[in-house]
């Protein structure tokens, strides 16, 4: 806001010393002769042989002698006769006229000049010139007024740089919260998690790109809308109108609920501590936080525990039991000892690996277990674990063959953990194979893309289409080949760890029900 200097016929109230002139909120326009008021120069002295004082009253003393003199001199012959007396009569009332009129005219004069010059003081006072400031050369009469001018003007002045300092403080004010503001919304919509904000009227008045991606909907369309109208989510609803219309002190709403296939925790709070007056409630912020991963993490914690518990008293239950009966002496003969010593072997070997593959994987997960990497050939590991297998597959009378690659094609691996992984496979494919079937380890180097494939092809059951997403998850098992071997379900999963996790290799798996299953194992090639 510009200052705006005033006129001299601008200042409507009284010029009175003892009472200072209040600032009047009504805009005066621009008189149409402000040009010829700019051409006034300073005020006019008064003429050298006058003496600088009130004009007026010395125009009026000057007849006033004048007459006297003449009223001396009408006692002195030749006007003492009657004719002089009329001529000195005559005389005196024509001079008198005549005197009269000077004064008159010398006065209009006199004070048409001073005014000029208060104009002209004024019109320096407007346009700031400090040569008018002070005007020495006008009359006395005069010069009282042009004080209270002085002071007046100085206290509008005053006045007029108060407001202006206001003004640049509240502009300052209101660029830093517009600054603020910005920030702030910069900041809200920059965040990944869903924000909704709403009045005491229940009115969206600011939402971010999150909210409007889970709800469908774009703030344009929604802004000052009721939350009715603007979300479809009910219980979203409902807790937005119970924090807005509850107590400050207990306003606070936190809870968990399911939107779609995702889990969110939703919390809202009053952003006024006091209900505006003629509303119903607080304006409320509501903040909601995908909890999807930490939904599905407590899931399987349980089913893990859930798993690990009937895992453990199956092979615990079997010892157990047989134990019982070799102490109650219900094995008189050593052969049925020998079975039942056979089966307590089995069971705690079976609880062994499972313990075996808990702590691994754990450990894995953890990121603490021990890795000791060296370039290796890969076929010689793959050659171990089929020898490893081979009398099992015997056994079954099954066609186990191999058809590996040359020993120079080498990984960067921990030997003992890819043996682990490549003779769980070649273990599982053999299990699941059923007698006068095949089992064919096969071994493809893919230069083109610097890896080799290990693939562990068979002959078994297959698994269902429906089932092959969750193969690789800790104790699943398919459902309708359980009863073909016993196992723990971790398998597959400690298999996947130790290829993807810690080698950042690839696991593959292609099977189809009644023709086979086959699981590649793809590591990445050093050295080439």
């Known amino acids: 806001m510009s200052e705006q200097k005033l006129k001299p016929w601008q200042i409507d109230e009284p010029l009175v010393e003892d009472h200072p002139m209040e600032a009047?909120?009504?805009?005066?326009?621009?008189?149409?002769?402000?040009?010829?008021?700019?051409?006034?120069?300073?005020?006019?002295?008064?003429?050298?042989?006058?003496?600088?004082?009130?004009?007026?009253?010395?125009?009026?003393?000057?007849?006033?002698?004048?007459?006297?003199?003449?009223?001396?001199?009408?006692?002195?012959?030749?006007?003492?006769?009657?004719?002089?007396v009329s001529i000195w009569a005559q005389l005196t009332i024509g001079g008198l006229i005549g005197v009269s009129g000077l004064s008159i005219a010398w006065n209009a004069m006199a004070r048409r000049r001073s005014v000029d010059g208060v104009l002209a003081a004024l019109n320096g006072l407007a346009t700031g010139q400090a040569a008018f400031s002070t005007p020495a050369s006008l009359p006395r009469d005069l010069q009282p007024i042009w004080g209270a001018i002085e002071r007046h003007s100085a206290q509008i002045g005053e006045g007029i740089q108060e407001l202006s300092d206001s003004q640049r403080k509240l502009q300052l004010d209101l660029t830093l919260a517009e600054t603020n503001r910005r920030r702030t919304l910069a900041v809200i919509r920059a965040l990944a998690e869903p924000i909704l904000v709403t009045d005491p009227y229940d009115q969206v008045v600011l939402t971010n790109p999150a909210m409007e991606e889970l709800l469908h909907f774009r703030e344009e369309d929604v802004v000052?809308?009721?939350?009715?109208?603007?979300?479809?989510?009910?219980?979203?609803v409902k807790t937005i109108k119970e924090t807005r219309g509850a107590d400050a002190r207990a306003a606070d709403r936190r809870k968990e609920m399911a939107i779609g296939d995702r889990y969110f925790s939703i919390a809202t709070a009053p952003l006024n501590a006091k209900k505006k007056e003629g509303s119903e409630g607080n304006s409320v912020v509501t903040i909601l936080r995908d909890i999807t991963r930490e939904h599905e993490a407590a899931k399987k914690k349980s089913d893990?525990?859930?798993?690990?518990?009937?895992?453990?008293?199956?092979?615990?239950?079997?010892?157990?039991?047989?134990?019982?009966?070799?102490?109650?002496?219900?094995?008189?003969?050593?052969?049925?000892?020998?079975?039942?010593?056979?089966?307590?072997q089995t069971s705690a070997e079976r609880l062994g690996r499972l313990i075996d593959n808990m702590l691994n994987i754990s450990r894995i997960e953890a990121g603490t277990v021990r890795i000791n990497r060296e370039p290796i050939g890969v076929a010689l590991i793959v050659k171990e674990a089929?020898?490893?297998?081979?009398?099992?597959?015997?056994?079954?009378?099954?066609?186990?063959?191999?058809?590996?690659?040359?020993?120079?094609?080498?990984?960067?691996?921990d030997r003992d953990l890819i043996y682990q992984a490549v003779l769980n496979l070649i273990s599982n494919?053999?299990?699941?194979?059923?007698?006068?079937?095949?089992?064919?380890?096969?071994?493809?180097?893919?230069?083109?893309?610097?890896?080799?494939?290990?693939?562990?092809?068979?002959t078994g059951a297959g698994i269902p289409k429906?089932?092959?997403?969750?193969?690789?998850?800790?104790?699943?098992?398919?459902?309708?080949?359980?009863?073909?071997?016993?196992?723990?379900?971790?398998?597959?999963?400690?298999?996947?760890?130790?290829?993807?996790?810690?080698?950042?290799g690839e696991m593959l798996l292609k099977s189809e029900v009644g023709v086979g299953s086959t699981f590649t194992i793809a590591l990445p090639l050093v050295g080439r």
Do not use: C
């Open 24 to 84: 009047s909120t009504e805009v005066v326009p621009d008189r149409p002769d402000d040009a010829s008021i700019a051409e006034v120069g300073p005020p006019s002295a008064a003429p050298s042989w006058m003496p600088q004082g009130n004009v007026s009253a010395w125009l009026t003393f000057v007849p006033i002698a004048v007459a006297i003199g003449l009223i001396a001199l009408i006692n002195t012959p030749p006007f003492a006769t009657a004719a002089g």
């Open 224 to 236: 000052r809308k009721n939350i009715e109208d603007a979300i479809s989510d009910a219980e979203i």
């Open 304 to 344: 893990f525990v859930a798993h690990v518990a009937h895992e453990l008293r199956t092979p615990l239950s079997s010892i157990r039991a047989y134990v019982e009966m070799l102490v109650d002496g219900e094995a008189d003969d050593p052969a049925t000892r020998k079975e039942y010593y056979d089966i307590i």
């Open 386 to 413: 089929v020898d490893m297998m081979r009398p099992s597959a015997e056994e079954k009378r099954i066609e186990f063959s191999e058809k590996l690659t040359p020993a120079m094609y080498q990984v960067d691996a």
């Open 429 to 458: 494919a053999i299990k699941y194979t059923p007698e006068a079937g095949s089992v064919i380890v096969r071994m493809t180097p893919q230069e083109e893309r610097n890896r080799i494939l290990i693939d562990i092809e068979d």
């Open 466 to 504: 429906d089932d092959l997403p969750r193969m690789f998850e800790k104790f699943f098992r398919v459902e309708a080949n359980k009863k073909m071997a016993k196992g723990t379900g971790l398998g597959l999963n400690l298999v996947k760890k130790i290829v993807e996790d810690v080698h950042g």
